[in-house]
């Protein structure tokens, strides 16, 4: 399928999608610049995208492939892609990996997670299939003994392992432990969430030839988002043009950044997707421009839309509607996600606000706690492999929330882990 002029994917998705005809009700007949656009409101976009009585879609659900994206258990969100969008998709992201260093012949460990309608897997691999370079692909899964993992790279004496950071330290960790290495790896291929340097002594000792770099930056709810940058820096990349357009906006103002170095919210129009149109969507990430002319930007950590702590993605919402629920009486007014980095490790803090002068009694928070980790119980699973650290309650008023310097405005996602 060729890369939809906007102006003709703006007219089908108003003509066939519920949801974005009412988004643009207020819009002329004819528009063909993205910032005439609203951005794409999440929670409306996520309650229009239900697989029973769906108003986001733009033909009935036929032909396709459906994969989970972030969100709790008791709301779960899923993603559309025709089976022409899904080649496409990988077939784009399969040249962006020669770009952060797959050369022809590498032996490649796919190590991401697969089942429950997880993308990572199958994404993984089915970019590796239709990389412009030839490659041996090693379909093992993030979910596989450590012993057997390690056997089936030495027998085949891997060059490249791709997993998330999580994954390939956990690894590492029982290698170190074991007191062996795996010298033949070259590169660890990582994506998902961010890889920090407190990490990597532990890689190097595990895989002393090997370097880290970024695979590529995508999710399953945006599509492409970013192919890597040979670099110093795994956090720059290159928008994948023309497949998709990219911005950086305004946190406040919601307008188009084009200067190099101004932090704001990151924007993605994929020109290719019709199924389930994504126009103006905000992928959740705060990024900056380091060339605007070349589509370069550096990412910066989440957004306000949600937060990834190790493997586990919470959207602030979702969170929000779990402790509301929990808190019967009402005492909580007000909420941060805070994330911090201790003993090599993530973890989240929820910063809960109270009106009054006294503390809430432990019995709150160990039921704002017992609900979140029953709503998302891959944190709890992470916490009890040492993956990440408990989830924590921290109380507070709400003078000692974050707010914007600039607007006052609550800052709902804060991310205190450091950037390198």
């Not at 609550?410 to 450091?418: T, Y």
Request: charged content about 20%; overall charge negative; aromatic content about 8%.
């Amino acid at each position: 399928m060729p890369v939809q002029p906007l102006a003709e994917l703006i007219r089908f998705a108003r003509l066939n999608s519920p949801f974005y005809r009412e988004l643009y009700a207020h819009l002329p007949g004819h528009v063909a610049d993205l910032t005439e656009l609203p951005l794409v409101p999440q929670a409306d976009f996520w309650r229009a995208n239900s697989p029973r009585d769906n108003t986001l879609l733009t033909a009935p659900l036929e032909e396709a492939v459906v994969f989970r994206s972030g969100g709790t258990t008791g709301s779960p969100k899923f993603s559309c892609y025709t089976r022409d969008e899904w080649r496409e998709f990988t077939a784009a992201f399969g040249a962006g990996i020669v770009n952060a260093g797959l050369r022809p012949g590498h032996r490649v460990a796919d190590l991401f997670y697969a089942g429950d309608l997880y993308a990572s897997f199958s994404f993984v691999l089915d970019s590796l299939h239709r990389s412009p370079v030839a490659n041996v692909r090693l379909p093992i899964g993030g979910a596989a003994p450590w012993e057997s993992t390690t056997a089936t790279l030495e027998e085949f004496r891997v060059q490249v392992v791709a997993g998330t950071p999580t994954t390939l330290c956990a690894l590492a960790e029982r290698l170190v432990a074991a007191g062996r290495t795996l010298p033949d790896v070259e590169l660890l291929f990582f994506g998902g969430e961010c890889l920090f340097g407190d990490q990597l002594p532990l890689l190097r000792a595990a895989f002393p030839s090997a370097e880290a770099r970024s695979l590529g930056y995508a999710s399953v709810d945006a599509g492409l988002l970013g192919e890597a940058v040979p670099g110093g820096d795994p956090r720059v990349h290159r928008a994948f043009a023309p497949h998709t357009v990219v911005e950086i906006v305004d946190e406040e103002s919601g307008q188009p950044i084009r200067r190099a170095g101004v932090p704001g919210r990151l924007v993605v129009t994929d020109l290719r997707r019709r199924l389930m149109p994504v126009l103006r969507y905000p992928v959740g990430d705060r990024a900056e421009w380091v060339d605007p002319e070349a589509a370069v930007f550096r990412i910066l950590g989440r957004a306000e839309e949600g937060v990834r702590v190790g493997p586990v993605t919470l959207h602030t919402q979702d969170v929000h509607d779990i402790v509301t629920a929990a808190d019967t009486a009402g005492e909580v007014t007000g909420l941060q996600l805070v994330v911090r980095r201790e003993d090599g490790r993530d973890g989240l803090v929820l910063r809960l606000a109270t009106a009054g002068p006294a503390r809430p009694g432990a019995a709150l928070a160990d039921a704002v706690t017992a609900a979140v980790l029953a709503q998302r119980p891959l944190y709890g699973s992470a916490a009890a492999a040492g993956h990440v650290n408990p989830l924590a309650v921290e109380w507070a008023h709400h003078r000692d929330l974050a707010v914007n310097s600039r607007s006052g405005k609550l800052v709902r996602v804060v991310d205190e882990r450091p950037l390198s």
